[in-house]
């Protein structure tokens, strides 16, 4: 059965730091996403990506985050300037059609020190 | 209010119990709704979609209540491995096409 994937499952780093998390969506799916997972907290919508665009952000989403899909496979997600309050779970998430189910990766765990 | 609202347990129930949620919503514009499971530490794994006119898994039943604007899942015949937290989830809730999930729902199941 077909499954998103991403890595790395861990990551520490340091405050300030740059973090490039990673993501293979389902391969013909065409809507990707990412959400977050605050230890304990509900899991919240960060951004959807569609057409090589950002389609919708939330909130949270400031000028820190940034998505890219580089090439055919990968969805990344940016972090330009770690805080301590973004340490949480990152969920990649695909689906086929905006209205279709969504698809979750296994998560990166993000360590901010 | 909350967009999604749920019960956050946690609900303590023997094996073999039969055991309901509910999750409300805010947004009558919401589109799609879906039950996922969550384990502790893990991504979540979808459940069942929910349609109005109700649908069945196995033990699993959803039903969808659009006037009140709540959905609900019903467990039947509980078995240790149900114990997880059940994440009710809206697609459109908030004007977007993106899920707004509520902050789960814990259940035990005890031998």
Redesign the interface.
């Given at each position: 059965e077909p499954e998103v994937t991403q890595t790395p499952s861990h990551q520490v780093t340091q405050m300030g730091q740059e973090v490039i998390l990673r993501c293979v969506p389902i391969s013909n799916h065409l809507?990707f996403?990412w959400?977050r997972q605050i230890l304990g907290?509900?899991?919240?919508?960060l951004v959807?990506f569609y057409n090589n665009e950002i389609?919708?952000k939330?909130e949270i989403f400031d000028d820190q985050f940034s998505v890219e899909r580089p090439d055919g496979s990968n969805f990344t997600l940016k972090i330009r300037s770690t805080k301590l309050e973004d340490s949480a779970?990152y969920?990649c998430?695909s689906s086929a059609d905006?209205?279709e189910?969504?698809?979750?990766?296994?998560?990166t765990?993000l360590l901010v020190l | 209010r909350k967009e999604v609202e749920q019960d956050p347990g946690p609900f303590n129930v023997p094996e073999g119990a039969t055991v309901a949620f509910n999750c409300t919503y805010s947004n009558s514009a919401s589109q799609s709704f879906f039950w996922y499971r969550q384990d502790c530490r893990k991504e979540p794994k979808l459940l069942m979609s929910v349609y109005s006119s109700g649908n069945e898994d196995g033990r699993f039943t959803a039903q969808l209540n659009r006037a009140s604007q709540y959905i609900s899942l019903l467990i039947r015949d509980s078995k240790l491995s149900d114990s997880a937290t059940y994440l009710c989830a809206c697609l459109g809730a908030m004007g977007r096409r993106a899920l707004t999930f509520g902050s789960g729902t814990r259940l035990q199941v005890q031998p």
């Open positions: 809507y996403y959400y907290q509900k899991v919240e919508f959807s389609s919708e939330s779970m969920f998430a905006a209205q189910t969504q698809y979750f990766g296994p998560g765990r | -």
